[in-house]
């Protein structure tokens, strides 16, 4: 197995079977999309399997990038393709390998026109955000970013909601502009070290003034994916209107790519400018997290109530990770884990009470509880981690954001507090609104309670949030030795 180009199988796996689908299923004989259905659900369960053997082959001690596969792409350019994963990028490849199987199960249920066609989409995008979590050459991590735009747009624009078109749109120039000026700052630093080896480029070193330029090149990109106050304007239209497995895949797996570029380019290749740029970073993120949770409040629709509420999480992760602090680092990784299987969940919540009723609005359902005691408990366990409970995934994650930003500045810390607080009081209003009071309405009285293959759905991501919860050290332990490293070469910077 030691030749064997095991991040290349991972990454390429879901196009191998979007390529089947496409070629072998006939829309004809498969108006369902049964076939489709099957073939894309092995698909990623087998990309899921290759993605289990790769954090068990992962050795938690080595600071390097492990599975490194090299070889010339284009040499008159000197490009190269070069895969590799440190202990940062495995967690944000098996958070990708995790959802992607579960978005499909969710799809089964709710995506009924261009059943093929859709699997085909989910399939190619999963490529792409894998692709992108563990390329080491810049050119191709940039194909891999701009890739994943294709697919979500279409997602969004063909089997959205009534508005899929505008807000397909509006995700698409949002993402695409700050990409451009992602693409030039990648040339200027490919020109001015003569390759585009990001490897190379972590130890590069550019003038303090080019430095600044490049890091608000690349801020512009993945502050827009994070997304940040005020870049965030795209995301609530996009999830309101994606269907629900685009919207368990963009919060779960897309938000993070702003995270992971912030931690391996904006940190790890310009840790002077991250450093010069920390305080506006700092109050982006605090007055996000306490903007999202208040507009959260005021929301009537259940998606778009969280879709404010990625805004706000997503805030702890930016604190955590310019707080430059080992407690920082630490819980904006943990805060992406929780968030990433947190939001999927609720989100599937969501997609569970629309595919029976057919409507977001919060006002009409009440009561829940009484016919639908299963789903009551599954939606209370994730709200209760999503607002922090003790004992769950969301507590550990933020607790440490908390600490890293106290550590910088106590009334940092009392800013993002406030958010939390907000953040209990909305979550806990839409439980109530869903769930209790008395069942009056007659169509949601008839609403059946979860079946056996959302009760699928759920089942791992309950016990993913119950285990970072009470043992985060199994999460911690695979990257936290490239963490240190990066957190020690940013440190080093401000030692200077």
Not at 107 to 117: C, H, L, N
Request: aromatic share 14%; net charge positive; proline share 4%.
């Amino acid at each position: 197995m030691s030749d064997f180009p095991l991040l290349s199988a991972v990454t390429f796996a879901p196009l191998l079977g979007a390529v089947f689908i496409f070629l072998f299923v006939k829309g004809g004989q498969d108006k369902k999309g049964k076939h489709a259905q099957r073939i894309a659900f092995l698909a990623s369960l087998a990309t899921l399997a290759l993605s289990f053997l790769m954090l068990n082959r992962f050795n938690p001690a080595d600071t390097g990038f492990q599975f490194v596969e090299r070889f010339v792409w284009i040499p008159s350019f000197n490009i190269a393709y070069i895969k590799g994963v440190d202990g940062i990028s495995v967690w944000f490849v098996m958070i990708a390998a995790i959802l992607t199987p579960l978005s499909i199960l969710s799809a089964m249920g709710s995506v009924k026109t261009r059943v093929k066609e859709f699997m085909i989409a989910i399939l190619v995008l999963e490529s792409m955000m894998i692709g992108m979590f563990t390329s080491l050459d810049f050119i191709l991590f940039y194909v891999f970013f701009e890739g994943v735009l294709l697919p979500m747009f279409l997602i969004i624009g063909v089997w959205g909601g009534e508005k899929r078109v505008y807000a397909a749109y509006k995700f698409f120039l949002y993402t695409f502009l700050g990409s451009v000026l992602m693409l030039i700052a990648i040339i200027a630093m490919a020109l001015h070290l003569g390759t585009t080896d990001m490897t190379a480029m972590m130890g590069g070193k550019f003038p303090k003034e080019m430095a600044v330029w490049l890091w608000l090149a690349f801020f512009a990109s993945f502050a827009v994916k994070t997304p940040m106050w005020p870049f965030h304007t795209w995301l609530p239209y996009a999830h309101v209107e994606a269907p629900t497995a685009g919207s368990v895949i963009l919060a779960g797996v897309l938000l993070k790519m702003g995270a992971y570029g912030f931690i391996r380019i904006c940190i790890q290749m310009l840790p002077e400018a991250s450093r010069h740029f920390a305080p506006m970073m700092i109050g982006l993120s605090l007055v996000g997290i306490v903007y999202a949770s208040l507009v959260a409040l005021a929301q009537t629709d259940m998606k778009k109530l969280i879709a404010y509420s990625s805004v706000a999480h997503m805030g702890y992760v930016t604190l955590g990770i310019f707080s430059f602090t080992r407690q920082g680092f630490d819980g904006a990784m943990l805060v992406v884990l929780s968030h990433s299987f947190v939001a999927a969940a609720t989100f599937l919540c969501v997609g569970v009470a629309y595919d029976r009723l057919h409507t977001r609005e919060i006002s009409r359902y009440g009561g829940m509880a009484t016919n639908m005691p299963r789903y009551a408990l599954v939606f209370m366990l994730f709200t209760l981690a999503s607002i922090g409970l003790p004992g769950t995934s969301g507590f550990v994650g933020e607790f440490l954001s908390l600490q890293g930003a106290y550590l910088v500045n106590g009334w940092f810390a009392a800013l993002a507090v406030l958010g939390m607080i907000l953040g209990a009081a909305y979550m806990l209003w839409l439980y109530r609104r869903l769930f209790y009071g008395e069942l009056i309405k007659e169509d949601v009285r008839r609403m059946p309670d979860l079946n056996k293959r959302e009760l699928a759905m759920f089942a791992p991501l309950l016990a993913l949030v119950l285990w970072i919860g009470i043992y985060p050290a199994t999460f911690r332990n695979v990257y936290a030795q490239s963490l240190e490293k990066a957190l020690g070469e940013i440190q080093g910077v401000g030692h200077d």
